[in-house]
């Protein structure tokens, strides 16, 4: 692995680390998106969303997460030595994100802690806000990691 490739060890409690995804979200991405994963009328039929519930075109809550990972990777785990997600907790999608959206990504060290049976890797939880240009906070959710421990003993397989 390269130099810059960061281990359980380089993650510590109040660490935060931004990330602004460098376009809009568009019309076309959010209807493409919705008929693939989740074509409910409200993400795939703008004209008709506008009479619906919410009273507009909107993407998916499962795009927005997508593209959370995405800035997620971009950020932060594209340079970590992830071992695998284990848990998402308080889920929480605060508003809706319509077309031309500029969103961004906060990612913020809310524990870290040592494997209790593996002395290769530890668990990290991220605090994740993705906000909205101009409109604040639209999904939060705290996320647990497996991260690879820069120096470990491999156990014999027994």
């Not at 993400?43 to 619906?52: E, I, N, Y």
């Not at 909107?58 to 997508?66: E, I, W």
């Not at 959370?68 to 848990?87: E, K, P």
Request: glycine share 6%; aromatic share 8%; hydrophobic share 45%.
């Amino acid at each position: 692995m390269s130099a810059s490739v960061m281990f359980w060890e380089h993650f510590s409690v109040g660490q935060e680390w931004t990330h602004h995804r460098g376009e809009a979200l568009d019309e076309d991405e959010i209807i493409a998106f919705a008929k693939q994963y989740d074509p409910l009328y409200i993400h795939t039929d703008p004209v008709r969303a506008l009479s619906g519930p919410l009273g507009m075109h909107c993407a998916s809550g499962v795009h927005t997460f997508a593209i959370a990972q995405r800035m997620l990777c971009d950020a932060l785990f594209s340079m970590t030595h992830v071992v695998a997600g284990h848990r998402i907790d308080s889920f929480i999608m605060h508003r809706p994100v319509r077309p031309r959206d500029m969103l961004s990504l906060t990612v913020e060290v809310m524990n870290a802690m040592p494997h209790a049976r593996r002395d290769d890797c530890g668990w990290v939880t991220f605090a994740i806000t993705v906000l909205a240009a101009g409109t604040g906070r639209v999904l939060t959710y705290d996320l647990t990691v497996l991260i690879g421990r820069a120096r470990w003993k491999r156990q014999p397989n027994r």
